[in-house]
T-cell receptor, first 114, second 114 residues
Framework: AQSVTQPDIHITVSEGASLELRCNYSYGATPYLFWYVQSPGQGLQLLLK??????LVQGIKGFEAEFKRSQSSFNLRKPSVHWSDAAEYFCAVGFYNQGGKLIFGQGTELSVKP | DVKVTQSSRYLVKRTGEKVFLECVQD?????MFWYRQDPGLGLRLIYF???????EKGDIPEGYSVSREKKERFSLILESASTNQTSMYLC?????????????FGDGTRLSIL
Protein backbone atom coordinates (compact mmCIF):
# COMPACT_ATOMS: atom_id res chain seq x y z
CA ALA A 1 0.00 0.00 0.00
CA GLN A 2 1.08 3.55 -0.59
CA SER A 3 2.42 5.33 2.46
CA VAL A 4 4.08 8.53 3.56
CA THR A 5 6.48 8.54 6.49
CA GLN A 6 7.56 11.44 8.60
CA PRO A 7 10.09 9.77 10.89
CA ASP A 8 10.19 12.54 13.49
CA ILE A 9 7.07 12.89 15.61
CA HIS A 10 8.42 15.85 17.58
CA ILE A 11 11.40 18.14 16.96
CA THR A 12 12.69 20.96 19.13
CA VAL A 13 15.04 23.58 17.71
CA SER A 14 16.41 26.84 19.05
CA GLU A 15 15.21 30.09 17.52
CA GLY A 16 17.60 31.07 14.74
CA ALA A 17 18.78 27.51 14.14
CA SER A 18 18.27 25.68 10.87
CA LEU A 19 15.51 23.13 10.40
CA GLU A 20 15.01 20.04 8.30
CA LEU A 21 11.85 17.95 8.47
CA ARG A 22 11.98 14.61 6.71
CA CYS A 23 9.39 13.02 4.46
CA ASN A 24 9.61 9.74 2.54
CA TYR A 25 7.00 8.04 0.41
CA SER A 26 6.56 4.59 -1.02
CA TYR A 27 5.24 3.84 -4.51
CA GLY A 28 6.79 3.76 -7.95
CA ALA A 29 4.67 6.24 -9.91
CA THR A 30 5.54 9.91 -10.38
CA PRO A 31 4.18 11.82 -7.43
CA TYR A 32 3.20 15.37 -6.73
CA LEU A 33 4.01 16.58 -3.26
CA PHE A 34 3.02 19.15 -0.68
CA TRP A 35 3.96 20.44 2.72
CA TYR A 36 1.20 21.87 4.90
CA VAL A 37 1.40 23.57 8.29
CA GLN A 38 -1.23 23.51 11.00
CA SER A 39 -1.39 25.86 13.97
CA PRO A 40 -3.35 24.67 17.02
CA GLY A 41 -7.09 24.55 16.39
CA GLN A 42 -6.71 25.57 12.77
CA GLY A 43 -7.00 23.94 9.38
CA LEU A 44 -4.04 23.18 7.12
CA GLN A 45 -2.21 25.95 5.31
CA LEU A 46 -0.19 25.17 2.18
CA LEU A 47 3.53 25.88 2.59
CA LEU A 48 4.75 24.69 -0.79
CA LYS A 49 4.07 22.29 -3.64
CA UNK A 50 5.91 20.29 -6.25
CA UNK A 51 4.36 19.03 -9.48
CA UNK A 52 7.23 18.99 -11.95
CA UNK A 53 10.30 20.91 -13.06
CA UNK A 54 12.92 22.28 -10.70
CA UNK A 55 13.21 19.85 -7.81
CA LEU A 56 14.03 22.62 -5.32
CA VAL A 57 10.86 24.54 -4.57
CA GLN A 58 10.37 27.69 -2.56
CA GLY A 59 7.37 28.28 -0.36
CA ILE A 60 5.91 30.82 1.99
CA LYS A 61 7.51 31.96 5.26
CA GLY A 62 11.04 31.23 4.00
CA PHE A 63 10.58 27.46 3.65
CA GLU A 64 11.96 25.35 0.84
CA ALA A 65 11.83 21.66 -0.03
CA GLU A 66 13.78 19.41 -2.34
CA PHE A 67 12.32 16.46 -4.23
CA LYS A 68 14.82 13.61 -4.57
CA ARG A 69 13.32 10.92 -6.75
CA SER A 70 16.13 8.43 -6.12
CA GLN A 71 15.49 8.63 -2.37
CA SER A 72 11.68 8.99 -2.59
CA SER A 73 12.03 12.00 -0.32
CA PHE A 74 10.69 15.54 -0.07
CA ASN A 75 12.39 17.13 2.91
CA LEU A 76 11.41 20.55 4.19
CA ARG A 77 14.07 23.07 5.21
CA LYS A 78 14.37 26.52 6.68
CA PRO A 79 17.71 28.23 7.32
CA SER A 80 16.66 30.17 10.42
CA VAL A 81 13.63 29.23 12.50
CA HIS A 82 11.39 31.85 14.14
CA TRP A 83 9.31 31.29 17.27
CA SER A 84 6.16 31.69 15.14
CA ASP A 85 7.14 28.57 13.16
CA ALA A 86 6.10 26.36 16.09
CA ALA A 87 3.27 24.23 14.67
CA GLU A 88 2.57 20.81 13.21
CA TYR A 89 3.85 20.05 9.74
CA PHE A 90 2.36 17.52 7.34
CA CYS A 91 3.84 16.07 4.19
CA ALA A 92 1.32 14.88 1.59
CA VAL A 93 1.78 12.93 -1.62
CA GLY A 94 -0.57 12.46 -4.55
CA PHE A 95 -0.42 10.38 -7.70
CA TYR A 96 -2.01 11.29 -11.02
CA ASN A 97 -3.82 7.97 -11.33
CA GLN A 98 -5.46 8.32 -7.90
CA GLY A 99 -8.18 10.84 -8.68
CA GLY A 100 -6.74 13.68 -6.65
CA LYS A 101 -6.48 11.80 -3.36
CA LEU A 102 -3.60 12.67 -1.08
CA ILE A 103 -1.77 10.45 1.36
CA PHE A 104 -0.61 12.27 4.46
CA GLY A 105 2.27 11.58 6.78
CA GLN A 106 1.68 11.33 10.51
CA GLY A 107 2.88 14.88 11.09
CA THR A 108 5.89 16.41 12.84
CA GLU A 109 5.32 18.75 15.74
CA LEU A 110 7.88 21.55 15.86
CA SER A 111 8.73 23.33 19.10
CA VAL A 112 10.99 26.40 19.11
CA LYS A 113 13.16 27.26 22.12
CA PRO A 114 13.89 30.94 22.79
CA ASP B 1 -8.40 33.34 -2.12
CA VAL B 2 -10.12 30.01 -1.91
CA LYS B 3 -12.53 29.77 0.97
CA VAL B 4 -13.58 26.45 2.44
CA THR B 5 -16.09 26.91 5.22
CA GLN B 6 -17.09 24.27 7.73
CA SER B 7 -20.35 25.01 9.47
CA SER B 8 -19.19 24.37 13.04
CA ARG B 9 -15.84 24.71 14.79
CA TYR B 10 -16.96 22.68 17.81
CA LEU B 11 -19.80 20.20 18.11
CA VAL B 12 -20.94 17.97 20.97
CA LYS B 13 -23.37 15.14 20.29
CA ARG B 14 -24.61 12.03 22.04
CA THR B 15 -24.05 8.39 21.17
CA GLY B 16 -26.58 7.14 18.65
CA GLU B 17 -27.44 10.57 17.24
CA LYS B 18 -27.34 11.27 13.51
CA VAL B 19 -24.76 13.98 12.95
CA PHE B 20 -24.30 16.25 9.94
CA LEU B 21 -21.09 18.11 9.20
CA GLU B 22 -21.36 20.66 6.43
CA CYS B 23 -18.69 22.05 4.13
CA VAL B 24 -19.00 24.76 1.49
CA GLN B 25 -16.36 25.99 -0.98
CA ASP B 26 -16.54 29.11 -3.10
CA UNK B 27 -14.09 28.33 -5.91
CA UNK B 28 -16.18 26.02 -8.11
CA UNK B 29 -13.84 23.13 -7.36
CA UNK B 30 -14.75 19.75 -8.75
CA UNK B 31 -13.14 17.66 -6.01
CA MET B 32 -14.10 17.69 -2.36
CA PHE B 33 -12.78 15.58 0.51
CA TRP B 34 -13.54 14.67 4.11
CA TYR B 35 -10.70 13.67 6.45
CA ARG B 36 -10.49 12.87 10.09
CA GLN B 37 -7.40 13.82 12.06
CA ASP B 38 -6.24 11.98 15.16
CA PRO B 39 -2.99 12.48 17.10
CA GLY B 40 -0.16 10.40 15.70
CA LEU B 41 -2.21 9.22 12.72
CA GLY B 42 -2.12 12.28 10.49
CA LEU B 43 -5.10 12.82 8.21
CA ARG B 44 -7.09 9.85 6.99
CA LEU B 45 -9.48 10.08 4.07
CA ILE B 46 -13.08 9.16 4.83
CA TYR B 47 -14.83 9.96 1.51
CA PHE B 48 -14.26 12.11 -1.50
CA UNK B 49 -16.31 13.37 -4.40
CA UNK B 50 -15.18 14.43 -7.86
CA UNK B 51 -18.55 15.66 -9.10
CA UNK B 52 -22.10 16.37 -8.01
CA UNK B 53 -23.84 13.22 -6.78
CA UNK B 54 -20.61 11.27 -7.15
CA UNK B 55 -18.77 9.82 -4.18
CA GLU B 56 -16.00 7.38 -3.50
CA LYS B 57 -14.89 5.67 -0.34
CA GLY B 58 -11.61 6.64 1.17
CA ASP B 59 -9.57 4.65 3.63
CA ILE B 60 -11.95 4.70 6.62
CA PRO B 61 -15.57 5.02 5.38
CA GLU B 62 -17.17 2.72 7.95
CA GLY B 63 -19.81 4.50 10.02
CA TYR B 64 -19.96 7.49 7.67
CA SER B 65 -21.83 8.54 4.57
CA VAL B 66 -21.71 11.67 2.42
CA SER B 67 -23.94 13.78 0.25
CA ARG B 68 -23.12 16.11 -2.59
CA GLU B 69 -26.27 17.58 -4.10
CA LYS B 70 -24.62 20.82 -5.22
CA LYS B 71 -21.11 21.41 -6.48
CA GLU B 72 -20.15 23.78 -3.69
CA ARG B 73 -21.43 21.70 -0.77
CA PHE B 74 -20.22 18.38 0.61
CA SER B 75 -21.82 16.94 3.73
CA LEU B 76 -20.47 14.24 6.01
CA ILE B 77 -23.04 12.18 7.90
CA LEU B 78 -22.49 10.03 10.95
CA GLU B 79 -25.47 7.70 10.77
CA SER B 80 -25.35 6.67 14.43
CA ALA B 81 -22.58 8.46 16.28
CA SER B 82 -20.26 6.47 18.50
CA THR B 83 -17.59 7.59 20.95
CA ASN B 84 -14.81 6.34 18.67
CA GLN B 85 -15.87 8.99 16.16
CA THR B 86 -14.75 11.76 18.49
CA SER B 87 -12.14 13.52 16.37
CA MET B 88 -11.18 16.56 14.34
CA TYR B 89 -12.85 16.55 10.92
CA LEU B 90 -11.35 18.48 8.03
CA CYS B 91 -12.95 19.28 4.69
CA UNK B 92 -10.91 20.14 1.59
CA UNK B 93 -11.52 21.01 -2.04
CA UNK B 94 -9.41 21.08 -5.19
CA UNK B 95 -9.33 21.12 -8.95
CA UNK B 96 -8.83 17.75 -10.72
CA UNK B 97 -5.27 16.40 -10.36
CA UNK B 98 -4.20 17.22 -13.92
CA UNK B 99 -4.53 20.94 -13.21
CA UNK B 100 -1.65 20.93 -10.72
CA UNK B 101 -3.46 22.66 -7.88
CA UNK B 102 -3.33 21.84 -4.18
CA UNK B 103 -6.14 20.92 -1.84
CA UNK B 104 -7.52 23.82 0.20
CA PHE B 105 -8.71 23.12 3.74
CA GLY B 106 -11.36 24.45 6.05
CA ASP B 107 -10.62 25.24 9.69
CA GLY B 108 -11.97 21.92 10.91
CA THR B 109 -14.79 20.75 13.16
CA ARG B 110 -13.83 19.30 16.51
CA LEU B 111 -16.55 16.75 17.22
CA SER B 112 -17.09 15.17 20.63
CA ILE B 113 -19.43 12.22 21.02
CA LEU B 114 -20.57 11.65 24.60
Amino acid sequence: AQSVTQPDIHITVSEGASLELRCNYSYGATPYLFWYVQSPGQGLQLLLKYFSGDTLVQGIKGFEAEFKRSQSSFNLRKPSVHWSDAAEYFCAVGFYNQGGKLIFGQGTELSVKP
Amino acid sequence: DVKVTQSSRYLVKRTGEKVFLECVQDMDHENMFWYRQDPGLGLRLIYFSYDVKMKEKGDIPEGYSVSREKKERFSLILESASTNQTSMYLCASSRPPGQNQPQHFGDGTRLSIL
